[in-house]
């Protein structure tokens, strides 16, 4: 009977505990769901924190730099020559150094073709050579014969005008005959005659000498041909060089004008290579010259670099067809390892820019603007002229910009007013505090009045201008800057 009032009181006093529980439960819910109703009414205010982006930021500093274009090119020998056989025969000896890439010196007897019918020709030609100088013996004899002949006439027609002279003188005396005159004059007219034949005779002398050297200038002409037949049976190098494409084999047969090699001069190169006409236009002087600028050819060789220098000497005489630009020439000196048809990269000096600045290709966007560091690390935007690009960098002129900082990898978080946390690279510091200038009322009042009409300046950069102006607190940069935008 005790255990079961124990029991029954036991259960009770658990019942009032858990009732309890409940209600402290149900107390805690309604509790929270006030305080979230009060919280939800209650407006949310939250400090609102800048946030600063860090970015990689170079200095301007105008200098003269000279550009370099980069273009590619193929080697070409300036001096080749082809061997070609001048006369057909059998080819009876070949020099050791014909071979593919085989090195010669100028005047190396190469290839000796068979001589024989060369040099019988070379005989013949001699032998009528002699004939026809014996031949001119024999007719300049005759014409001293001939003119002695004359002179012997001469003489005795002047005997026998002196004879008649005197059967005259004698006849006038009355001592003479006149049969006596007439023989004389017969004699005289003899005489005459003789003189006559011999003239003919000498004349035919002179034409026969005439007739024997056109003979013997026909014979020394063969000679000289046959000796040149002799001289194309051997060919030999006309230069230094080396040989390609050989096409020859002992004991073969050669056509004439066949050709049997090709000799280049290794050490004479040029290379060739297009530009566009923009790049074009920039090589040429006042008067539309090519300035002849300075030009590297190198090429990489397992690893190794070759280069050689050079000038560019000419231009194509067309474009050609399918090709735009301009086909340039480049005569290269001292080119050790380059050989005809190798593919180089070609690097062109041009004239030097003055006053320009080289910076990362990221930095200037499509419109040519760049972000200028700022008061208070802020950003700005401002205008540069893009020159020229070269791999990852532009070379730009920047006007009023010397000294200032610019960012050197634009992202789409950075703009105009955002404030950034400057890297400098290693070993450059920050750009010393700006010089403030003094200004008097009527130059700032100037300033003032140009600020405050400026449609086209941000209002937050026009508020800060303003507020340096009034507390003359004002950088010698930020005046050179509103007086240049003023002047213009």
Do not use: H
Not at 334 to 343: E, L, Q, S
Not at 391 to 419: H, K, S, W, Y
């Amino acid at each position: 009977m005790i255990f079961v009032r124990f029991l029954r009181r036991c259960l009770t006093g658990l019942l009032l505990i858990a009732v309890t529980f409940g209600l402290m439960a149900y107390a805690g819910s309604m509790v929270w769901g006030a305080l979230e109703a009060r919280w939800a009414e209650e407006p949310s205010q939250r400090p609102q924190r800048e946030r600063v982006f860090a970015a990689n930021v170079v200095v301007i500093e105008p200098e003269t730099i000279r550009p370099v274009l980069t273009t590619f090119g193929e080697l070409r020998a300036r001096r080749t020559l082809e061997l070609r056989a001048a006369t057909a025969g059998a080819i009876m000896w070949i020099s050791e150094q014909v071979e593919e890439g085989g090195q010669v010196k100028a005047g190396d007897v190469l290839v000796r073709l068979n001589p024989v019918e060369a040099q019988s020709a070379q005989d013949t030609a001699g032998a009528d050579l002699a004939e026809a100088e014996a031949d001119l013996r024999d007719a300049e004899r005759l014409l001293l014969l001939s003119r002695d002949e004359i002179t012997g006439a001469k003489d005795q027609a002047r005997l026998r005008a002196n004879a008649l002279a005197r059967q005259q003188d004698l006849l006038e005396r009355g001592v003479g005959s006149t049969a006596a005159v007439e023989i004389a004059e017969l004699a005289l007219a003899t005489a005459n005659g003789a003189i006559l034949s011999s003239r003919q005779a000498e004349a035919s002398a002179e034409a026969r000498i005439d007739q024997a050297k056109t003979t013997l200038d026909r014979r020394r002409i063969a000679l000289a041909d046959a000796k040149r037949g002799v001289a194309d049976t051997e060919i030999a190098a006309e230069f230094d060089g080396v040989l390609s494409e050989v096409a020859m084999i002992p004991g073969g047969r050669v056509s004439s004008g066949e050709a049997l090699a090709r000799l280049v001069d290794p050490d004479a190169l040029e290379v060739a290579f297009r530009v566009s006409t923009p790049q074009y236009t920039r090589l040429l002087n006042e008067t539309g010259d090519l300035i002849g600028a300075d030009v590297i050819a190198s090429i990489d060789i397992l690893g190794v670099d070759l280069e050689a220098r050079g000038i560019i000497s000419r231009e194509s005489a067309n474009v050609g067809d399918g090709q735009t630009g301009r086909l340039l020439f480049a005569r290269l000196d001292n080119t050790p390892g380059f050989r005809p048809g190798d593919f180089v990269s070609i690097r062109i000096e041009e004239p030097p820019l003055e006053n320009v600045t080289r910076l990362p290709a990221f930095a200037v966007d499509a419109a040519g603007t760049v972000l200028v560091l700022g008061e208070e690390d802020r950003l700005e935007v401002a205008n540069v002229t893009v020159l020229r690009r070269e791999g990852d960098d532009v070379i730009v002129r920047a006007r009023n910009l010397r000294g200032r900082e610019v960012v050197a990898e634009r992202t789409p978080l950075l703009g105009a007013g955002i404030r950034i946390g400057p890297i400098r690279p290693e070993g450059q510091e920050a750009p010393a505090e700006p010089e403030l200038l003094a200004l008097d009322p009527d130059r700032r009042a100037r300033l003032v009045a140009f600020v405050e009409g400026n449609q086209f300046m941000p209002d937050e950069a026009k508020t800060r201008v303003l507020s340096a102006l009034k507390e003359d607190r004002v950088p010698a940069q930020m005046v050179e800057r509103i007086e240049s935008r003023m002047g213009g």
